[in-house]
């Protein structure tokens, strides 16, 4: 078969502007970077946390550069009709939906033995049931459009598993198997799915897992995390790849880190 045959037309990039995006937990780290930059890509953005505050100053700073074009809603992803309630905000502003980030999502560290099992219950329903619902009430619009992209922010918990680490990777293992299903059943539907897996990056996550003060800094000085900026341009980058080309998964690691807190 000769390529022509096929009629491929390579374009370098798809042009972002003008689409509608979703982007849950964008009061801070990742979700808050991908935020700016699809805005600054002239991509109508809707920001979901529970944080009004912390919202709220992202959209003026959004403003203020003239991207007008930003929608806040506080809700919290665990529960079924806040996401649904995001999504249908959403249809009745702009009448789509384009692009899902599902990157909401924390951190819990400790061993089996010690499990403070409502934590490890908080956080398998924000990282998986959270995750879960996202899709339930994101894919239909995609759907009915027959086109649209999502991106999961999963992590190198979800490839490796540490002691001390096992109710967090828990939950992006099951991110991850999600994510390969949700693959499998749209891919003749015009949805792409991209699950990207960041080393350390510098934002709350440590704070929120449980880790000190000191041992963040100790652990920042030696491997030198990732900047939440570095994430989002990697989801830019998967995001404007043209219609034929899915990054299925992606991978970005600190220079300094070859595996989970080594
Ligand atoms: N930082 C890292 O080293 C690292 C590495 C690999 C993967 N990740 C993943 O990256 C994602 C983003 O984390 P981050 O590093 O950017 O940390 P972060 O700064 O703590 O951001 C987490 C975001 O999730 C939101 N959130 C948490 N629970 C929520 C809920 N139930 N409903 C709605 N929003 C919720 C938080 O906002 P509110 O508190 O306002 O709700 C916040 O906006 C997470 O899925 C995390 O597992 C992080």
Redesign the pocket.
């Known amino acids: 078969m000769k390529l022509d045959d096929l009629a491929l037309s390579w374009n370098a990039k798809e042009s972002l502007a003008g689409k509608v995006a979703l982007v849950?937990?964008?009061?801070?780290?990742?979700?808050?970077s991908i935020a700016r930059k699809l805005a600054k890509r002239g991509v109508h953005v809707t920001v979901?946390?529970?944080?009004r505050e912390?919202?709220d100053e992202l959209v003026q700073e959004l403003h203020k550069e003239e991207l007008y074009e930003v929608m806040a809603v506080t809700?919290?992803?665990?529960n079924a009709e806040e996401v649904q309630h995001v999504v249908n905000a959403i249809i009745n502003r702009w009448g789509r939906l384009d692009i899902v980030v599902a990157?909401?999502?924390?951190?819990y560290r400790s061993t089996l033995v010690d499990v403070d099992l409502e934590r490890w219950e908080e956080m398998y329903?924000?990282?998986v049931h959270?995750l879960m619902l996202t899709l339930r009430y994101g894919l239909p619009p995609m759907l009915g459009q027959g086109k649209g992209d999502i991106i999961i922010?999963?992590?190198?918990?979800g490839k490796e598993v540490i002691a001390g680490g096992g109710p967090?990777s828990a939950t992006?293992y099951g991110v991850n198997a999600l994510a390969s299903a949700l693959r499998l059943e749209t891919l003749s539907q015009g949805i792409r799915v991209t699950t990207i897996?960041?080393?350390?990056?510098?934002?709350?996550?440590?704070q929120?897992a449980g880790y000190s003060e000191d041992e963040i800094r100790a652990f920042a000085s030696n491997v030198l995390?990732?900047h939440?900026d570095d994430?989002a341009e990697v989801a830019l980058y998967a995001l404007e790849q043209p219609e034929h080309v899915n990054i299925s998964e992606l991978t970005i690691m600190p220079s300094r880190q070859a595996q989970r807190f080594k």
């Open positions: 849950t937990g964008a009061s801070s780290g990742i979700g808050a979901v946390a529970h944080r912390r919202l809700a919290d992803i665990q990157n909401a999502g924390f951190g329903r924000t990282n959270g922010i999963s992590s190198i918990a967090y992006k897996q960041p080393g350390a990056v510098a934002t709350e996550f440590s929120v995390p990732l939440p994430v």
